[in-house]
């Protein structure tokens, strides 16, 4: 059967994917559903000590980050299966991991043995901490990114103890950066013609997200604190409560505030000294929380988001996630789409938040059966079947 391809855009591309969990998932599905021929590569049943760490295989989570791959079972620690996978990498473009670093040398699938037999191969590979360096083996999870990162210290109410965000940020980020430095290998491989090792960690992904809190120690030496859902130092903008609810607002510089006031009727507080500029308000922030909160109070989030609107306030609602999927700006976006499973029927996953005019991503299927292509891509690596049959008597497929 001919594999259905998601996008032209990188279908000339064969990924040999071997991660697990979620940010070396999150990598590979970015190259997949822009049409990279993505090859999710599982051990046989039995031999992963963790098998279903990331839980049931049609459940929402594997379907979303598995989506447009196809799958075969290979046994590395089998001296066949681990012949099998380097026949693989001789036609392959991009090998992704996300092993602790010892793990791939003592399988024998590190950058050095990979490019001695395809010296155009570009490895990818996603650590907890680093390739290098005194914290190397230790196992990496997202939350642990995040304490270490910087993020739960400026997350929460202030006094409130360290807060992590509510999904893997770091994990989900250093997918995405990994895939980045995918494309950029790529693009270098055109002029050298030559693969290289590209590698990033949870931990530098997280402190890269912190971004102008983690220069705000380097440059000035500050030490950023909790917020809660106030901005580090804009005022006023943060979380507001209304007659039936809660309303994000964005006021960041003098003339949205002066928008802000007309909005309230509140003009004379603009040329107000305790609020005038960005400083005075920051430095002022309770007593005008205070003064504003009243008036938010009185109307509801949808009177008081038309309000703001009407004068060019930057401001919106705060959702829950089903409504996230109603609202019309998400819908016209497109991001939920349905691919058809052969025992959930329809369902709909995250779609790519990239478009692309000529060649965009788009989901055409979802995580086949665990193996389901085992035979396909051996007999296309031009294996015979009686040689398919021995890998299978052997454990090492």
Not at 357 to 370: E, F, H, N, W, Y
Request: aromatic content about 6%; overall charge neutral.
């Amino acid at each position: 059967m001919t594999r259905p391809v998601a996008s032209p855009a990188l279908s000339h591309l064969r990924v040999l994917d071997l991660t697990r969990v979620r940010a070396g998932p999150t990598c590979c599905r970015v190259l997949a559903d822009f049409g990279a021929d993505v090859i999710k590569i599982e051990p046989p049943d039995g031999v992963d000590p963790n098998e279903g760490m990331s839980g049931a295989r049609i459940g929402y989570d594997m379907q979303n980050l598995h989506r447009n791959k196809r799958s075969m079972t290979l046994n590395l620690k089998k001296p066949e299966g681990l012949r099998v996978f380097l026949k693989l990498v001789e036609t392959a473009d991009v090998v992704v991991e996300n092993y602790r670093p010892d793990v791939k040398e003592r399988l024998g699938i590190g950058y050095g043995a990979l490019s001695a037999v395809n010296p155009r191969i570009i490895l990818a590979s996603i650590s907890g901490f680093g390739q290098t360096g005194p914290y190397r083996t230790r196992a990496g999870f997202d939350q642990i990114a995040q304490g270490m990162g910087g993020l739960m210290w400026v997350t929460g109410q202030p006094g409130g103890g360290p807060m992590r965000a509510g999904v893997a940020v770091a994990d989900s980020t250093a997918g995405i950066y990994a895939a980045t430095g995918i494309l950029v290998a790529l693009a270098e491989r055109e002029k050298s013609g030559l693969g290289q090792w590209v590698h990033t960690s949870l931990l530098e992904a997280q402190i890269s997200l912190c971004d102008f809190q983690a220069a705000r120690y380097l440059v000035e030496g500050e030490v950023p604190g909790q917020a809660g859902n106030d901005h580090p130092y804009s005022t006023p903008m943060g979380v507001v409560r209304t007659a039936d609810g809660f309303i994000n607002i964005g006021v960041g510089g003098d003339g949205q505030f002066k928008a802000l006031c007309a909005a309230l009727k509140l003009e004379g507080l603009a040329a107000h000294p305790d609020y005038a500029t960005g400083a005075a308000r920051y430095r002022n922030r309770p007593a005008l929380m205070a003064l504003l909160a009243p008036y938010f109070a009185a109307e509801t989030s949808a009177a008081m988001l038309e309000k703001l609107e009407a004068h060019s306030v930057p401001a919106g609602p705060i959702y829950k996630m089903d409504e996230v999927f109603a609202d019309p700006q998400v819908q016209h976006l497109g991001i939920a789409q349905r691919v058809v499973h052969p025992e959930r029927g329809e369902i709909n996953l995250v779609g790519q938040p990239i478009t692309l005019s000529r060649t965009p991503a788009s989901l055409v299927c979802p995580l086949p059966g665990k193996g389901a292509d085992t035979e396909s891509v051996l007999t296309e690596a031009g294996m015979a079947a009686d040689a398919i049959a021995h890998l299978r008597a052997e454990g090492a497929v």
